[in-house]
């Protein structure tokens, strides 16, 4: 069965730290790794996407990392901001199957920012 | 704002009542999704469209109906749904059904309660 699991389920840091999120996954086939941030009653948006090749991929102060080999991903987030307060949804892609990409989501690692 | 507008918001509904979820986009994409989402659970695949074709059903109960008039709507038409059914409702799109490396594009949901 394919499973994505995240750590830590929760996390509260300080404005302006940093914090990095672990995502272990087991999926296959694998096609493509991706990372979500949803905030409280809005719809999960794309922050990267990376393929097995690629092992870094960065947008703003977001840095995601993987590695294949290990099945393992991380999301570096630098100098927090309150805004950053959300879920992060790793979600790994088994390419595409019968027309429209199928996503396995994981549960989700619940950010709190604050002062 | 998000590209992908969902209608209405919220909706409060009783088991014997009829209504429809609406979902719409703008940017071409010619694959659609409908997800539920239950509380601090990931969201959970239902149907996939691609173009404009039902490509996926998640054994979804049949009184959950998609339809996809055109390649910018979507709909989800609800009948005699139960208490369990009350969650939040993500419709996403993305650009190419055919193409495994495209982020999801997602609407902000509809907050649907069953009494």
């Known amino acids: 069965k394919n499973q994505v699991e995240q750590s830590p389920q929760s996390l509260i840091i300080l404005e302006g730290k940093n914090c990095t999120l672990q995502?272990?996954?087991?999926?296959?086939?694998?096609?493509?790794l991706r990372w979500y941030k949803q905030d409280t009653g809005r719809g999960p948006v794309s922050l990267t996407i990376?393929?097995?090749?690629?092992n870094t991929k960065s947008n703003g102060r977001y840095t995601a990392t993987l590695d294949a080999d290990t099945k393992q991903s991380s999301l570096h987030i630098t100098a927090s901001q309150l805004s950053d307060s959300a879920s992060y949804i790793c979600?790994?892609?088994?390419?595409?199957?019968?027309?429209?990409?199928?996503?396995?989501f994981g549960t989700g690692t619940q950010l709190k920012v604050e002062l | 704002d998000t590209e992908v507008t969902q209608t209405p918001k919220h909706l409060v509904m009783g088991m014997t009542n009829k209504k429809s979820l609406k979902c719409e986009q703008h940017?071409?994409?010619?694959?659609m999704y409908w997800y539920k989402q239950k509380a601090k659970k990931p969201p959970e695949l239902m149907f996939v469209?691609?173009?404009?074709?039902?490509?996926i059903n998640e054994s979804v109960p049949s009184r959950f109906s998609p339809e996809c008039p055109n390649s910018s709507l979507l709909n989800l038409h609800l009948h005699a749904l139960q208490p369990e059914d009350s969650a939040l409702y993500l419709c996403?799109?993305?650009?190419?059904?055919?193409?495994?490396?495209?982020?999801?594009?997602f609407g902000d949901g509809t907050r649907l309660s069953i009494l």
């Open positions: 469209y691609s173009y404009e074709k039902l490509s």
């Open positions: 995502c272990n996954y087991t999926v296959s086939p694998f096609s493509n």
């Open positions: 990376m393929t097995f090749s690629e």
């Open positions: 940017m071409g994409h010619r694959a």
């Open positions: 979600v790994v892609s088994s390419g595409v199957t019968g027309g429209g990409n199928k996503l396995t």
């Open positions: 996403a799109s993305s650009q190419d059904p055919g193409q495994q490396y495209q982020p999801q594009h």
